[in-house]
């Protein structure tokens, strides 16, 4: 059959609020154009995040029942370690609230002034966090990962010149080599298992540890299966294996391919290091066997971890966003390409090339999804990452705009109304207007920053 349908059956329901354009209007205005202030119960559609929204599983459900909330060696802990080192092999295995817990834990062991993180591309909070602790964030993505057009299947691959040119260069500053996989702000695009081992090989032999940023590890281990020659006949699991085996660590949000709605954790090899992360762990998440969750999370992490590697499921996620981008790029919408695994970003810069960058262009055009449809979508671009660390302001590498997919949650008629608003804003896209910025936040302004159209 050529349809690859949803491999799952809806036992319970959610109702979807559905609003005019002229409500839309006001609430756009209440909420000072930033979506990220909208109510949820006013979204038809909502793709602002692909992160803890995803829908648990019947099993999952029932592994709730199972939690142990126990302060000190829970069996919802064992279960849960468990489950991590079944795929990724690392000795030790932290908890955390989530995936930005357990970065600000690692930045505050390798972080702080006079150093440098390397990475493909560091998302947001990652690249918060480092600098918060007076490091710097450096991005070294392959050149084919900033060009929207180009269909280099690993288009999240970290340029390893540009690495071994820094280890040379500034080595001494490098406390880690870190890797987001799959690439979330470079718009979801896999990193392949031969520039995972390069990585690996290279920060090795500088004597730096890599340390892999796996929200999204099963979807771009099936984007390896798919596309990286030698990998179509191994199961998923493997190739997870096979990607975490040679770091030294990872830092993970369980809220994206663990299927949970809320958790993460750190994993590392080193003794000491983990042993000064748990100490810090007690001090902010929790003690070691909980850090943060109830014992009911993590029996739910455990379970979807066991689901997520499954190859229907992961056909039947990563063609939803394929379908959404051939169908926008019939449109003339200007699409990443090829589709990410849990996003499909468009190209609001060269959709929108009449708003400079400066005027937000991505901004401009997630607006207007929620007014025309409802839809709520996320910017990447130069309101997330224009602000420069002296406080002055420069347009991003690219101007996104990010429809995040909800895990196991919306269906293709779903999909189908996403695209027929595409269709409405492309008949009136000469009318959209830029905006300005009024109020904003030192770190982070995205998700609090205040806005006004021009
Ligand atoms: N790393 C990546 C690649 C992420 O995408 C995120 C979160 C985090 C780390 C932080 O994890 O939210 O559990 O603290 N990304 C979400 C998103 C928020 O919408 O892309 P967290």
Request: charged share 25%; hydrophobic share 40%; glycine share 8%.
């Amino acid at each position: 059959m050529k349809t690859i349908i949803e491999p799952f059956r809806i036992k319970s329901v959610e109702p979807i609020r559905l609003t005019t354009r002229a409500e839309r209007r006001a609430l756009l205005q209440a909420a000072h154009w930033n979506l990220f202030a909208l109510r949820s119960e006013d979204v038809t559609i909502d793709l602002l995040t692909d992160s803890g929204t995803s829908a648990m599983s019947a099993r999952q459900w029932a592994a709730l029942m199972l939690g142990d909330e126990s302060y000190a060696g829970s069996p919802s802990f064992y279960r849960f370690e468990a489950a991590v080192k079944a795929l990724m092999p690392f000795k030790h295995v932290i908890p955390t609230h989530q995936g930005r817990a357990a970065e600000a834990i690692l930045c505050s062991l390798i972080g702080g002034a006079g150093r440098v993180i390397p990475s493909n591309t560091h998302f947001d909070t990652t690249r918060g966090n480092i600098e918060a602790s007076g490091a710097q964030a450096l991005d070294l993505l392959l050149a084919e990962g900033r060009d929207p057009a180009s269909r280099h299947p690993f288009k999240g691959n970290i340029d390893l010149a540009r690495l071994q040119a820094l280890l040379e260069e500034r080595g001494v500053e490098v406390p880690a080599v870190m890797l987001t996989v799959t690439n979330n702000a470079g718009g979801g695009q896999p990193v392949s298992l031969q520039n995972i081992h390069a990585t690996a090989e290279l920060a090795h032999r500088y004597g730096k540890p890599l340390i892999i940023d796996g929200c999204r590890f099963a979807e771009n281990a099936y984007f390896i299966k798919l596309r990286e020659r030698g990998q179509q006949g191994r199961a998923v699991a493997d190739i997870v294996r096979d990607m975490f085996c040679v770091a030294d660590g990872m830092t993970m949000s369980a809220k994206k391919d663990a299927f949970a709605n809320i958790g993460g954790w750190l994993a590392l090899n080193d003794d000491g290091l983990a042993q000064r992360a748990r100490e810090r762990l007690i001090l902010t998440e929790g003690f070691p066997t909980y850090g943060g969750l109830a014992g009911r999370d993590l029996e739910a992490i455990a379970q979807g971890l066991a689901e997520v590697i499954d190859e229907d499921y992961l056909r039947y996620r990563l063609r939803t966003n394929e379908y959404i981008l051939e169908r926008l790029r019939a449109l003339g919408v200007p699409v990443m390409e090829p589709s990410g695994g849990h996003a499909v970003f468009v190209d609001a810069r060269a959709f929108l090339d009449h708003i400079p960058p400066l005027q937000y262009p991505g901004q401009a055009l997630a607006v207007a999804l929620y007014e025309y449809g409802g839809i709520r979508s996320c910017e990447i671009g130069s309101v997330m990452f224009g602000r420069q660390s002296d406080g002055g302001e420069r347009p991003a590498m690219m101007d996104l705009v990010r429809l995040a997919m909800p895990r196991r949650v919306y269906t293709q008629a779903h999909a189908d109304y996403v695209v027929e608003v595409f269709g409405e804003i492309v008949a009136s896209r000469r009318e959209l207007r830029g905006l300005k910025i009024v109020e904003q936040p030192q770190r982070l302004r995205h998700f609090t920053a205040r806005f006004e159209p021009l």
